[in-house]
């Protein structure tokens, strides 16, 4: 079975599903713990009560993102990360406000259609990389802290067809700079997913029905 490197597929719920979730109990660190000239700041203040403005991940994503930063920084870049850990609570919460929103968009669903629907735009909590600690958001910065021009900003749904990686009507230089961010990313084991541009992870369910390996961490609820 191929990659999905190779196949370049925005992964379903029941790709993902597929794969059981790891038991690999290592720990959760600041995302800078290697490389403190990532830059770091919440797109969302859902996790500020639990976790303070530290961004967590598992210690094997923050020494991947440090290796990519490094890279990048070769190229007067640098990394900024918005997203990390979230608390299977908080996923779940996001989940459900979306679900319900769907099952009134379309009534004649069933729940099964209404989850698989939903995944697409908020991951159902059994499989999701955040509360796994094995998921970041986030996009490259310039010399002088700008944003590069990545066709859209993070999570920004106001335009879906600007949101897939590999989307049509995007100028070369966002194209180029989506190009960066995703080898630089692959380049370091991380898992994209095609479906945002800006996600990536690392050991999740995700990361193994990308790479067809079997995964390494599950949802983990975080104690200070």
């Not at 059981?20 to 290592?26: F, T, V």
């Not at 897939?164 to 960066?180: K, S, W, Y």
């Not at 990361?207 to 995964?215: D, S």
Request: overall charge negative; hydrophobic content about 40%; glycine content about 6%.
């Amino acid at each position: 079975m191929p990659n999905n490197l190779e196949l370049k597929k925005i992964l379903s719920y029941d790709d993902v599903a597929k794969f059981p979730a790891g038991d690999d109990q290592e720990g959760l660190v600041d995302v800078t713990t290697y490389d403190t000239s990532i830059v770091t700041t919440y797109l969302k203040e859902d996790m500020l009560e639990i976790t303070g403005e530290i961004i967590y991940v598992r210690n094997s994503l923050a020494a991947r993102l440090a290796a990519v930063n490094k890279k990048l920084k070769e190229l007067g870049l640098r990394l900024k990360v918005v997203y990390g850990y979230r608390h299977p609570e908080v996923q779940e919460r996001y989940f459900l406000k979306r679900r319900n929103d769907i099952k009134l968009q379309f009534p004649h669903f069933t729940d099964n259609q209404i989850d698989r629907y939903t995944h697409n735009f908020v991951a159902v909590p059994d499989v999701a990389g955040h509360p796994a600690a094995a998921a970041v958001d986030l996009t490259v910065i310039d010399a002088n802290g700008d944003d590069l021009d990545m066709g859209s900003p993070i999570a920004d749904y106001a335009d879906p067809s600007k949101i897939t990686t590999f989307t049509d009507g995007l100028t070369d230089v966002q194209t180029e700079n989506r190009r960066i961010l995703h080898d630089l990313m692959v380049a370091s084991e991380f898992a994209p997913f095609y479906g945002e541009w800006w996600h990536f992870s690392y050991g999740d369910r995700e990361w193994a029905a990308f790479y067809n390996k079997k995964a390494l961490y599950g949802a983990i609820k975080f104690k200070n």
